[in-house]
């Protein structure tokens, strides 16, 4: 086993940069959820103006994506003016970059400004890593951390479409969940999901639309561990989300 990982380790450092432009919007979102989920400094370069500024993704739908933190602020006033915009952003090896880029509203959330833009219909893409995830410390998980799928069933199969299970890890960008099995219907790689909505008592509290991006069923202890991307939820619930994954990362461990 040590061996293996081993080689897979020497394999990762020995990976070739590979560079491509992505069309397809799941793709460019994917990047962009990274970009988001490691709160990553985005540069922008506005047209006509000299200045540098910064912002940071604060969402990402089917179709537009929310930038956040413009600075400096002088900004706020030619992004919602319209002018054109390019943006790159740079996280763990990963670079992603667009042209052409307008602001289609604007928009605050508890006096915080933030933008909405257009997916872009290409992306530079260059080599992509997940969000690190958390396990939870054993003091949040004593007090309860529970998750309820409410999954696109049939209407007559209301009470089957629901599963309720056990919060194992947690990312910006996803979780991952134990349920007692087997599960009826059975789940399915890349299963869309209507809603995922997560507690943790005392601490945190939010739902979001997301996937089901692996499973596995254990036979033996009856457990079925299913590893979600949390893909759409409310700007208020992101930014809880990402509070509580900075306090647990400063007293827990990469999953």
Do not use: W
Not at 116 to 136: D, E, I, M, N
Not at 150 to 175: E, K, V, W, Y
């Amino acid at each position: 086993m040590a061996q293996d990982a081993a080689v897979d380790r020497a394999r990762e450092r020995a990976a070739t940069f590979t560079s491509t432009y992505l069309t397809k919007s799941s793709d460019v979102a994917r990047v962009l959820r990274t970009l988001r989920d490691q709160r990553a400094a985005v540069q922008l370069r506005i047209d006509g103006s000299n200045e540098t500024f910064t912002a940071k993704v604060l969402d990402v739908g089917d179709r537009e994506f929310l930038l956040e933190d413009i600075q400096p602020r002088s900004g706020l006033r030619l992004l919602k003016a319209g002018v054109r915009f390019s943006f790159s952003g740079r996280v763990d090896g990963l670079y992603a970059q667009s042209a052409e880029n307008v602001v289609r509203g604007a928009d605050a959330e508890r006096g915080l400004p933030f933008f909405h833009v257009p997916l872009p219909k290409s992306l530079l893409y260059q080599q992509r890593r997940k969000a690190a995830r958390f396990r939870l410390p054993l003091r949040v998980a004593t007090d309860g951390a529970s998750v309820t799928l409410h999954r696109n069933m049939d209407p007559g199969l209301t009470a089957q479409g629901r599963l309720f299970g056990r919060l194992i890890d947690i990312s910006a960008g996803g979780c991952r969940v134990e349920f007692d099995g087997p599960v009826h219907p059975p789940i399915d790689a890349d299963e869309v999901l209507d809603t995922c909505a997560i507690t943790i008592s005392n601490q945190l509290d939010f739902t979001s639309k997301g996937s089901i991006r692996h499973f596995n069923y254990n036979r033996k202890t009856r457990v079925v561990t299913c590893g979600i991307e949390l893909t759409e939820m409310h700007v208020t619930d992101r930014r809880r989300l990402e509070q509580f994954i900075q306090s647990i990362s400063r007293s827990s461990v990469p999953a």
